[in-house]
Nanobody, 126 residues
Framework: QVQLVESGGGLVQAGGSLRLSCAAS????????MGWFRQAPGKEREFVAA????????SYADSVKGRFTISRDNAKNTVYLEMSSLKPEDTAVYYC???????????????????WGQGTQVTVSS
């Protein structure tokens, strides 16, 4: 089992920046694929970004491409999401997720992921 805890959310003005962290405990996530998802009020959870276990491959939703950057530090057992040029439509609860499986990977598919954090709220004011 692995536990994931997100942090770094908060209230920011449009155009501002935030850095989210996802700290894992219980076991190493160095061999896991990691993803960030978000869920706005009244909407389904949607894909934001993902990164493979060595960090050489990343994937982003079109809505955040060029503004958000996913990265990982396996030595710290932590994954990050750097967000810049934030927009009001970025307002959501952001979740970190881990995929422990080996083989083919569909990073945008929510069903790929085995473990989830509790989420951190990001609110962007206009």
């Amino acid at each position: 089992q692995v536990q994931l805890v997100e942090s770094g959310g908060g209230l920011v003005q449009a155009g501002g920046s935030l850095r989210l962290s996802c700290a894992a405990s219980g076991r190493t996530i160095s061999r896991d694929r990691m993803g960030w998802f978000r869920q706005a009020p009244g909407k389904e959870r949607e894909f934001v970004a993902a990164i493979n276990w060595r960090g050489e491959s990343t994937s982003y939703a079109d809505s955040v491409k060029g503004r958000f950057t996913i990265s990982r530090d396996n030595a710290k057992n932590t994954v990050y999401l750097e967000m810049s040029s934030l927009k009001p439509e970025d307002t959501a609860v952001y979740y970190c997720a881990a995929d422990r499986t080996v083989g083919l990977w569909s990073p945008r598919n929510i069903d790929e992921y085995d473990y989830w954090g509790q989420g951190t709220q990001v609110t962007v004011s206009s």
